[in-house]
C-alpha cells in the first residue's frame, strides 16, 4: 500500500498493544457476566429453603445458601480478622467457633464487622453464653487470596489475616463445616453488610468501553499516522 506507511516501530507497538486492549475489554465484559451471575445467585439462594450445617458439604455449589443453626458458641477460642474497613474504618471481624446442637456440627460464623481505631486498646465484643438460633450463610470465596505472610498472632482472640477455614479447625482440633457462614443481621451479629461483590456489572461495563475505546484510538491513529507519513514521503 503505497499510501500506507506507518513505519516498523508504530507497528511493532500497535502489534503489540492492540490485541492487549481488546483482550482486557473482553476480560471485563467476562467478568461482568460472572457477577450478573453471582449475584442471581445470591438472590435466588436467599429465597430458597433453609438447610442445616449438617448438608452444606453434600451441596454441589454451597455458596449463598442460607443455614439455620441452633446451639452456642465457643467463647473461649475467637478470630479476628484484620484489615477490614467499612466506611473509611479500619476494624475487624469477629469469627467464633459455634456448635450446633441438632446436628452437633461445628461451624465458623463470622459474626460481623467491629470497629477497631486505636491498636493499643483490644476491640470490643461480647459473646452470649445462652443458646441460640441464628440464620446465616455461606460465603465460598471464588478462589484463594494471594498472601504474603500467613503467620497468626498468638494468644486468644487471635488475630488473623486471611480465613483458611480448614487450618482453623486443625488449630482447634476440630473436625468443623469447611465453609465460612456470614450471620445475618440480628441481636447476636455487629455490623453484618456483607458486600456480595466489590464492583457491579454495569462498573465491568464500563471499563470494558474504556478499553475498547482505547484500543480504536489507538488503530484510528496508527491508520492516521501511516497515511501521514505516506504523504509527506511523496511530497
Known sequence: MNGFKPGLVPTLVVLTLLPVLVWLGFWQLERGEQKRDMLARQEARQQAAPVGPEQIEQLADPAYSRIYLQGSFDSEHSFLLDSRTRDGQVGVELLQPFQDQ???????????????????????FDTPDRPLKLAAWTYAPSGKPFILNSRMAEGWPRLINHVDVEALWQLLGRDGVAYELRLEPGPTAYRADWP?????PQQHLGYAVQWFALAAALLALFIYFGVHQAR???Q
Not at 196 to 200: D, F, G, P
Open 232 to 234: 509527506g514521503r511523496k
Open 196 to 200: 456480595i461483590t466489590s464492583m457491579r
Open 102 to 124: 441438632p446436628s452437633g456440627r461445628w461451624v465458623l460464623v463470622n459474626r460481623g464487622w467491629i470497629p477497631w481505631p486505636d491498636r493499643r486498646i483490644p476491640p470490643k
